[in-house]
T-cell receptor
Framework: EAGVAQSPRYKIIEKRQSVAFWCNPI?????LYWYQQILGQGPKLLIQ????????DSQLPKDRFSAERLKGVDSTLKIQPAKLEDSAVYLC????????????FGDGTRLSIL | SQQGEEDPQALSIQEGENATMNCSYK?????LQWYRQNSGRGLVHLIL?????REKHSGRLRVTLDTSKKSSSLLITASRAADTASYFC????????????FGKGITLSVRP
C-alpha cells in the first residue's frame, strides 16, 4: 500500500510570511494527525482529525495555525504569519481508527524561517 | 508536556551487541508504542504493547512493560549498522482516544 504522502519536503520562508503543507493519508485511514517536531525532540501533536471532524486541537496555536480536512481524506496545515520558533519538521500521520492503533508517518516537511 | 522519558539519551554499541533502551512515564496508560526514526525521515512504528500485556516480541525486538513501575524497555538483539536511528517511546493515556505523547528519543549508533 502507498504510504502517507506529504509535500513539500522542504520550505524556506521569511518570518511573517505564510506557508501551507499538504498531507494525503493511507487510503482508508479515518484518523489523521499533524505533529510538530523541533530538532532534538519528539513529535508534539498539533491536531487530530477523525474523518473530517476535529478530535483534538488543544496544542494548536490557533492565532497563527489552522488545519482542515474538508472531505475526510487529504489535509492542509497553514501557518500565518510564521515566527522564528515555527522552524521545525511538520509530520503528518494516519491510523485506521481512533482507538489504539499504530500510526503511519509521512517523511515530513522541514520548515526553515529566516 | 512529554509523558515518556527515554533513557539513555544516546547509546553507542558494536554491531552484533544487544541494545537496551528504557522508557518511564507518569500517568496510567492504555498502551505504549515504540517508534524508530532514521535521519531525515518520518517515524516508523515498531511495536505496540497494551497495558494488560507484559512482554511482546517482533523479530529481533523484545518489549517489556511494567505498569507498577510505569516503565518499559526495548531490547534489540544482534544489532546491525542499519539499526542506527533515533528511537521514541509514545504513550496513549487511558481514555485519550489514541492521542500519543512522545518522549525526546534515544539516539542509537551501531558501529560496523
Amino acid at each position: 500500500e502507498a504510504g502517507v504522502a506529504q509535500s513539500p519536503r522542504y520550505k524556506i520562508i521569511e518570518k511573517r510570511q505564510s506557508v501551507a503543507f499538504w498531507c494525503n493519508p493511507i487510503s482508508g485511514h479515518a484518523t489523521l494527525y499533524w505533529y510538530q517536531q523541533i530538532l532534538g525532540q519528539g513529535p508534539k501533536l498539533l491536531i487530530q482529525f477523525q474523518n473530517n471532524g476535529v478530535v483534538d486541537d488543544s496544542q494548536l496555536p490557533k492565532d497563527r495555525f489552522s488545519a482542515e480536512r474538508l472531505k475526510g481524506v487529504d489535509s492542509t496545515l497553514k501557518i500565518q504569519p510564521a515566527k522564528l520558533e515555527d522552524s521545525a519538521v511538520y509530520l503528518c500521520a494516519s491510523s485506521l481508527t481512533l482507538s489504539n492503533q499504530p500510526q503511519h508517518f509521512g517523511d515530513g516537511t522541514r520548515l526553515s524561517i529566516l | 508536556s512529554q509523558q515518556g522519558e527515554e533513557d539513555p539519551q544516546a547509546l553507542s554499541i558494536q554491531e552484533g551487541e544487544n541494545a537496551t533502551m528504557n522508557c518511564s512515564y507518569k500517568t496510567s496508560i492504555n498502551n505504549l508504542q515504540w517508534y524508530r526514526q532514521n535521519s531525515g525521515r518520518g517515524l516508523v512504528h515498531l511495536i505496540l504493547i497494551r497495558s494488560n500485556e507484559r512482554e511482546k516480541h517482533s523479530g529481533r525486538l523484545r518489549v517489556t512493560l511494567d505498569t507498577s513501575k510505569k516503565s518499559s524497555s526495548l531490547l534489540i538483539t544482534a544489532s546491525r549498522a542499519a539499526d542506527t536511528a533515533s528511537y521514541f517511546c509514545a504513550t496513549a493515556p487511558t481514555g485519550a482516544n489514541s492521542k500519543l505523547t512522545f518522549g525526546k528519543g534515544i539516539t542509537l549508533s551501531v558501529r560496523p
